[in-house]
T-cell receptor
Framework: EAGVAQSPRYKIIEKRQSVAFWCNPI?????LYWYQQILGQGPKLLIQ????????DSQLPKDRFSAERLKGVDSTLKIQPAKLEDSAVYLC???????????FGSGTQLSVL | SQQGEEDPQALSIQEGENATMNCSYK?????LQWYRQNSGRGLVHLIL?????REKHSGRLRVTLDTSKKSSSLLITASRAADTASYFC????????????FGRGTSLIVHP
């Protein structure tokens, strides 16, 4: 089966610019996650969707980050405006059900200069 | 906040040796999962162990769970250079929505 697809693979922007990441989960997976992973740390959950509804977004910096999941399938994560501390790898994951294993995409490596 | 914390932060061994890493957590869980991450890539699921299970095996991997001590261990037997990676445990928060939370990970280096 096809895995979780993410794009772009790499992105370099200047601070205060905007950026968007895209994720296509595995077909049939109801739950979709966005994680931020700063170098040397573990992934931190930004937002969790169940179909097109938000389960948890308590750690999403809502003044600059936004996310949506169109029709309960694809998802986009946007940062506007970006800060230096947003430099990280942004990982998308999906699972068939909650409480089951996660399948991760390869991530988008963001560098904010 | 991070629910699970791995120990040690870094581990360096020779090929053929066993590698053991531990995960401690703070609150009751429904299940605990272990993942591997090779440099620059996404995480790969290794094993899921539920709160009513005490031990699971998958190939050269052995995971134990002690809910009374709120801890889990991952044992890799007969390690190979290809096992070099970071290993993370992920726990949920029982009693509510399932929100998988990762620790900081253990960086394992296996020398050929």
């Amino acid at each position: 089966e096809a895995g979780v697809a993410q794009s772009p693979r790499y992105k370099i922007i200047e601070k205060r610019q905007s950026v968007a990441f895209w994720c296509n989960p595995i077909s049939g997976h109801a739950t979709l996650y966005w994680y931020q992973q700063i170098l040397g740390q573990g992934p931190k959950l930004l937002i969790q969707f169940q179909n097109n509804g938000v389960v948890d977004d308590s750690q999403l910096p809502k003044d600059r980050f936004s996310a949506e999941r169109l029709k309960g399938v694809d998802s986009t994560l946007k940062i506007q405006p970006a800060k230096l501390e947003d430099s990280a790898v942004y990982l998308c994951a999906s699972s068939f059900l909650t409480n089951e294993k996660l399948f991760f995409g390869s991530g988008t490596q963001l560098s904010v200069l | 906040s991070q629910q699970g914390e791995e120990d040690p932060q870094a581990l360096s061994i020779q090929e053929g040796e066993n590698a053991t890493m531990n995960c401690s957590y703070k609150t009751s869980i429904n299940n605990l999962q272990w993942y591997r991450q090779n440099s620059g890539r996404g995480l790969v699921h290794l094993i899921l162990i539920r709160s009513n299970e005490r031990e699971k095996h998958s190939g050269r991997l052995r995971v134990t769970l002690d809910t009374s001590k709120k801890s889990s261990s991952l044992l890799i037997t007969a390690s190979r250079a290809a096992d070099t990676a970071s290993y993370f445990c992920a726990t949920d928060l029982s009693g509510g929505s399932y929100i998988p939370t990762f620790g900081r990970g253990t960086s394992l280096i296996v020398h050929p």
